[in-house]
């Protein structure tokens, strides 16, 4: 969207006897789709801009006076703004992002999406931190099961535990990853690094663009472990679950 407020503003302020201004003033005469759109977003996202350009009678003298006034980088901090406070009231008002809530709660880049080991690794992790998953918890609410029904099946089935199974369980207290976890605090003793597997990643310093995060070796490598201890925690759930379908 910058670039294309950069692109009006610089055509809006080439000659008029050129061909590319000629093709502009068609748009805007006659109100076609680009200029429009262009238009809209500039009036909604620039809070700043006059508005003189609604009081002339002439459609180019208008967007003339739009073009000279904007600012294509205030509209961008502007829309910036605007989707993270939507953002922010999604996760603080959905049910299904109610986990996510807990671990996360500034809308910025996440470490572990650069420094995971491997694919698998960086997508389980992310399934898991947005409910995007398997477990009971959500295959519940899709199936219309009662909360208090979408029991974990391992702990059920095994006869260790009558609870539900929710992303803090499957991590963190499932028995079924005690040997993942285990060899991840033996690997975490070293760091002084704590067990929360699905935590918003320490950063050490972030600039106000949402960039530049900046990593020590052992952050990037308590990333590293912590990821495939989720995805090995999740596989291992998840070949239980397949298992239990078959004999069924």
Same mark, same amino acid.
């Given at each position: 969207m910058?670039?294309?407020?950069?692109?009006?503003? /610089?055509?809006?302020?080439?000659?008029?006897s050129?061909?590319?201004?000629?093709?502009?003033?068609?748009?805007?005469?006659?109100?076609? !789709?680009?200029?429009?759109?262009?238009?809209?977003? +500039?009036?909604?996202?620039?809070? $700043? &801009?006059?508005?003189?350009? /609604?009081?002339?009678?002439?459609?180019?003298?208008?967007? #003339?006076?739009?073009?000279?006034?904007?600012?294509? !980088?205030?509209?961008?901090?502007? +829309?910036?703004?605007?989707?993270?406070?939507?953002?922010? !009231?999604?996760?603080? $008002?959905?049910?299904?992002?109610?986990?996510?809530?807990?671990?996360?709660? #500034?809308? &910025?880049?996440e470490?572990?999406?650069?420094?995971?080991?491997?694919?698998?690794?960086?997508?389980?992790?992310?399934?898991?931190? @947005?409910?995007?998953?398997?477990?009971? =918890?959500e295959?519940? /609410?899709?199936? &219309?099961?009662?909360?208090? /029904?979408?029991? @974990?099946?391992?702990?059920?089935?095994?006869?260790?535990? %009558?609870?539900?199974? %929710?992303?803090?369980?499957?991590?963190?207290? @499932?028995?079924?990853?005690?040997?993942?976890?285990?060899?991840?605090?033996?690997?975490?003793?070293?760091?002084?690094?704590?067990?929360?597997?699905?935590? #918003?990643f320490?950063?050490?310093? $972030?600039?106000?663009?949402?960039?530049?995060?900046?990593?020590?070796?052992?952050? +990037?490598?308590? =990333?590293?472990?912590? #990821?495939?201890?989720?995805?090995? +925690?999740?596989?291992? =759930?998840?070949?239980?679950?397949?298992?239990?379908?078959? !004999?069924?």
């Amino acid at each position: 969207m910058k670039l294309s407020i950069d692109y009006f503003k /610089r055509v809006m302020n080439l000659s008029p006897s050129l061909l590319v201004r000629a093709a502009m003033n068609e748009q805007i005469c006659l109100e076609l !789709s680009w200029f429009s759109n262009i238009r809209d977003f +500039i009036n909604c996202f620039d809070d $700043t &801009n006059p508005q003189q350009h /609604r009081l002339n009678s002439s459609p180019i003298l208008n967007a #003339t006076s739009l073009s000279e006034h904007c600012s294509s !980088s205030l509209i961008l901090s502007n +829309i910036q703004k605007h989707f993270t406070a939507s953002w922010k !009231s999604a996760i603080r $008002t959905s049910r299904k992002l109610a986990f996510y809530h807990t671990i996360k709660d #500034t809308f &910025n880049w996440e470490p572990y999406l650069d420094h995971a080991n491997t694919y698998n690794d960086r997508r389980s992790t992310a399934k898991i931190r @947005c409910s995007s998953h398997k477990l009971n =918890i959500e295959a519940g /609410r899709y199936a &219309n099961v009662p909360l208090e /029904r979408r029991k @974990c099946q391992f702990c059920e089935s095994n006869k260790i535990a %009558d609870v539900i199974e %929710d992303e803090d369980h499957a991590l963190h207290v @499932c028995p079924i990853g005690n040997q993942v976890r285990a060899q991840l605090m033996s690997k975490l003793h070293n760091l002084d690094a704590r067990l929360n597997l699905a935590e #918003t990643f320490q950063r050490k310093e $972030t600039s106000s663009d949402l960039t530049g995060i900046k990593l020590s070796s052992n952050d +990037i490598r308590e =990333i590293k472990l912590k #990821t495939r201890a989720i995805h090995n +925690i999740y596989s291992l =759930i998840l070949s239980f679950k397949k298992a239990v379908s078959k !004999s069924v």
